[in-house]
């Protein structure tokens, strides 16, 4: 399955006034950046996931957005991003505002090393 590149052009415009999106493939995926900081991923299915860390858990809980789950050996993991409101997909206001804390999280976040 490919990534919906019209979902990226849409994120990278709504975002422009706040930075320039960069692109990864990964896990059948693709993690964006902003201005270098990892702050969210789009999964197979086009879902946009927003990254979140220990400073920003409750905002995501208190907004009911659900961790992102997979299954590995037979088991469900979960990683520290959270969904996405619908909103975000047509309203670049929406998108703004709900990317500034997965934006602050990327920010916070170590830098990986290449």
């Known amino acids: 399955m490919t990534i919906d590149t019209g979902l990226i052009t849409w994120i990278?415009?709504?975002?422009?006034?706040?930075?320039?999106l960069s692109r990864r493939r990964m896990m059948?995926?693709?993690?964006?950046?902003?201005?270098?900081?990892?702050f969210a991923i789009v999964d197979r299915d086009d879902a946009l996931w927003f990254?979140?860390?220990a400073a920003s858990d409750a905002f995501w809980d208190g907004a009911g957005c659900a961790r992102f789950a997979y299954e590995r050996d037979g088991t469900i993991a979960m990683i520290n991003y959270r969904?996405?409101?619908?909103?975000?997909?047509?309203d670049a206001e929406a998108m703004q505002k709900w990317a500034a804390p997965a934006i602050a999280a990327g920010r916070r976040a170590p830098r990986m090393r290449n």
């Open 83 to 90: 969904r996405a409101p619908d909103e975000v997909y047509d």
């Open 12 to 20: 990278a415009e709504a975002l422009e006034p706040l930075g320039t």
């Open 51 to 53: 990254k979140a860390d």
């Open 28 to 38: 059948g995926g693709v993690t964006l950046y902003l201005d270098g900081a990892v």
